[in-house]
């Protein structure tokens, strides 16, 4: 499966595209399951330092991974044939890898602000396996913000801040980010993608129902470029890894020599023999 012409002008216009998923519903079925299965209460905060679970506990305090990031169900649909098609047509390059996955949990009552992920070009993934929808804290972008700066964005987002008498922490729970001129809510189904820009300037709105809305998100990297976050081995069980095929195998690059990029070295060493994932 590659984007069709049409949904690679609207990718490079807009910043997204929206598609349908290129694999078969009980995958998506297969990731609510693996949730059910692992999912405990509400997680503190003192655990969930970095805000993205809800039900979900991160395998150690402080960390960005549940048991399930990369968990067979999960990795099906992130190396599934066809997203590796488009992943390939994107960076425009036979040879891929996975960065990394992840899940993020918007909790009841939770939101997240204006922001843009990076500043390096590269393209997103994100499946909201559970759907979006505004009442849910859908995403939210400014459509063609990945070309060029956004620090007058950023500017504008902190003078309506003051205007409208948000607090300085204005992340706190209950309050969505002010709107900004030109945004649009992307509202999505479980059997549909969003693949997106890095630069692209998003927000999510405020989750007002009483369940955790559920996405995973990943990135692939062209085979020359030196950010690697994982050595895969290292964190997927010989179950895991034998249940995937020779492509998928490829993607993760087992057994390739290469350096953890410098911004996640810390993160391993703390993380080492600690994050695992496994067939769920």
């Not at 990731?31 to 970095?50: E, W």
């Not at 070309?147 to 300085?168: M, T």
């Amino acid at each position: 499966m590659k984007l069709s012409s049409s949904q690679l002008e609207a990718y490079h216009r807009d910043g997204y595209v929206i598609v349908d998923c290129p694999f078969p519903a009980e995958f998506t079925d297969a990731c609510m399951r693996a949730v059910d299965h692992v999912a405990a209460g509400p997680v503190s905060n003192d655990v969930d330092t970095r805000r993205n679970h809800f039900r979900l506990t991160p395998q150690i305090p402080g960390s960005y991974w549940c048991a399930l990031d990369h968990s067979l169900p999960f990795l099906r649909i992130i190396l599934h044939p066809g997203i590796l098609e488009i992943a390939r047509q994107l960076t425009e390059s036979d040879d891929i890898f996975l960065r990394n996955g992840s899940i993020n949990e918007l909790a009841p009552g939770k939101s997240f602000w204006w922001h843009r992920d990076s500043e390096m070009v590269y393209t997103e993934f994100m499946h909201y396996f559970s759907g979006a929808s505004v009442e849910y804290g859908c995403l939210r972008v400014i459509p063609g913000s990945h070309e060029g700066s956004v620090e007058a964005l950023k500017a504008e987002a902190e003078r309506r801040r003051r205007d409208q008498g948000y607090p300085e922490a204005y992340w706190v729970d209950g309050l969505a980010d002010v709107a900004l001129p030109g945004e649009i809510p992307l509202e999505v189904r479980s059997d549909q993608l969003i693949v997106r820009d890095s630069r692209i300037f998003h927000a999510t709105g405020l989750n007002t129902s009483k369940e955790g809305r559920l996405m995973s998100h990943w990135l692939f990297r062209d085979g020359s470029c030196d950010d690697h976050r994982f050595r895969f081995e290292d964190v997927l069980t010989a179950e895991l890894i034998e249940a995937l095929s020779p492509e998928q195998r490829d993607s993760l690059w087992l057994g390739r020599e290469f350096e953890i990029a410098e911004a996640y070295r810390e993160e391993r060493e703390r993380e080492r023999g600690k994050v695992m994932w496994g067939v769920v």
